[in-house]
């Protein structure tokens, strides 16, 4: 079963209320309220149940309670696991790798089981603490209800404002990126405020729209200000950053001719704009919420676009493939870099049309009626009558001021996702400004960066031979206990792997402006050995229903002759009581072997 729907009433509360006083006492008396709760959520030994999810998934969740000892010792026994050729996981590291053992970690074409190396929580945060997984307060909006009229709004509780919500955590595997999770339709999450800060207009906050394609809306992404800032920078540029007919294709080919081109396939005009202050704040913001770390090489600036009546742009991916370039890997999930994510914002609110739509999404949301002056405005066989029919049929995302469309060219598993196909609606009526910003998981294609001359020592401390690449470029070989001195440059980024050069990626490394001479000691990947799941057949030959329990949670209740199944790991001790009854009747360790093992509930072992 999906994740159930939190609904909240959001207003945007700004007018001078005598009852101000009155609504602030109220609020710290819901803040106290919460904090007890979460205390008797998590119980008296400081226990606290969160549920597990894969990347990006909202199915299949497993629920754990860790207590912080717990907690504290994962990161002990990743210690203790530690060799010479490993160095020690930071505690969030260790967390997420000890939590791959739970559930299923996706990663495409990789053996499993997968290991990961991150864990987030489900408004963005990445966990690093034990106290983040403790209970949210309900007034922290873990689903937000906004005004559909604005874009922006503050959130409230929900109908018991002293209750708490557990908490969702999602692994990524090794080498891939956080993805937000579709949850279901229209449901929306507050991105956490230390993942990404507020506007003046209020939090950030997703809702789901798509599960494949990935798609989001996302509201309070760009303020009036800042959205008109950006298009007075457009209106007013000169030279390379003059607003001008939009083109297709990037890059340069083998003589150096740019590829960029007009296309009949789109009509708008646009401008980049990569040092602003407002364009600045709106590429941060991206960065932030996609939980990627902002680099300028992982973005190809801030396009801005207008768009009058009749324009769009045709149905077209975002992401690169083989063809574009067959010795680069465009592929996240071998260690590839390509366009991870768009986020396209909305800097004004256009008369009609102008969405942005999804033509090979399965779901088309909510019906919309194509309004009058719509109907036969393009002629039959053209893209922009076919776009323009897509638009009122298919998934789309509506263009409002200060809104923005969040969706992804890669799946959670590191694959390109071929669903993320979109288009610009054609403008029916008045004027449409955005301005997107492509992000990508590593350094982008096609303008590779270098800087000045830099040295490079790298040693092979992974004990097998290492095959050392530069951007898919054969570099050479290290055998084990051996270096290899390179001569490199500032911002080159080289991939090291096992079998050989175009082997999977098992460390990475980016030449840094300083020092001149820098050291590189290539480690085999971290793995920590994970417990071996085990099942428990507990058997209740007892007259009476009995009810079973894991560290005071309660797993079910067994009637007589009957047996119930528990998949548990070595050392988990289990108890029964009879049900509704206070006492323990039976109790049961799990043992390291065998993988089956039974227990028999008939009072004899108390």
Known sequence: NRIPNFHYNGRNETSKSPLKMTRIIFLLFLILANLTSAVLATGEDGQTTFTLYDNGSSTDGVTVTLSPDEFAAITRVNDANDDENTAPAPPGEAFAIAMS????????????????????????????????????????????????????????????????????????????????????????????????????????????????????????????????????????????????????????????????????????????????????????????????????????????????????????????????????????????????????????????????????????????????????????????????????????????????????????????DPQSHHAACPLIKGTKWGANIWIWNKQRYGELRTGDPRTVEMFNKAGETVYISWEGRDSGSIEPGKSLPMNSFEYHRFKASFGSHKGQKIAEFTVQSNPKHQVWEITKPRRQEQPTPLSLVAKNLLNEDVELFWQGHSMGVVVPGKSSILNSFEGHTFKASLAGGSGTVSAYTVKDAPALQNWIINGEDI
């Open 101 to 416: 053992s739970r559930i299923v970690v996706s990663k495409y074409m990789a053996p499993q089981p997968v290991i990961a190396t991150r864990a987030y929580r489900e408004d963005g945060e990445l966990i690093t603490s034990f106290e983040q997984l403790r209970p949210a307060p309900s007034s922290q909006c873990d689903a937000a209800v906004l005004d559909d009229e604005t874009t922006t709004g503050s959130c409230t509780g929900g109908d018991d404002e002293a209750t708490t919500t557990q908490r969702r955590v999602y692994l990524v595997a090794e080498g891939l990126e956080f993805i937000w999770p579709f949850v279901e339709y229209g449901y929306r999450q507050v991105v956490s405020p230390n993942v990404v800060p507020p506007t003046a207009d209020g939090p950030v906050v997703l809702e789901s729209m798509a599960e494949l394609p990935r798609v989001f809306r996302v509201y309070n992404m760009a303020t009036a200000e800042e959205a008109n800032a950006v298009i007075e920078t457009a209106l007013n540029g000169t030279g390379a950053t003059a607003l001008k007919r939009s083109t297709v294709g990037s890059g340069t080919d083998a003589d150096g001719n740019d590829l960029a081109r007009e296309d009949f396939g789109r009509t708008s005009d646009n401008a980049w704009d990569y040092e602003s202050p407002a364009a600045k704040t709106m590429m941060k913001r991206s960065f932030q919420l996609t939980n990627i770390e902002e680099d300028s090489g992982k973005r190809d600036g801030l396009q801005v676009v207008r768009y009058n009546p009749g324009q769009g742009y045709n149905t077209h991916p975002d992401f690169f493939t083989k063809k574009d370039d067959d010795d680069w890997d465009f592929n996240p999930y071998s260690g590839g870099s390509n366009r991870f994510a768009t986020v396209f914002m909305y800097l004004n609110d256009p008369e009609e049309g102008g969405y942005t739509v999804f033509p090979r999404a399965p779901d088309p949301g909510p019906d919309r009626v194509m309004p009058p002056e719509a109907v036969g405005m393009f002629e039959e066989g053209t893209w922009e009558h076919t776009v323009n029919n897509d638009c009122y049929t298919k998934l789309a995302v509506p263009p409002k001021l200060g809104t923005a469309a969040l969706f992804y060219s890669a799946t959670p598993d590191g694959r390109i």
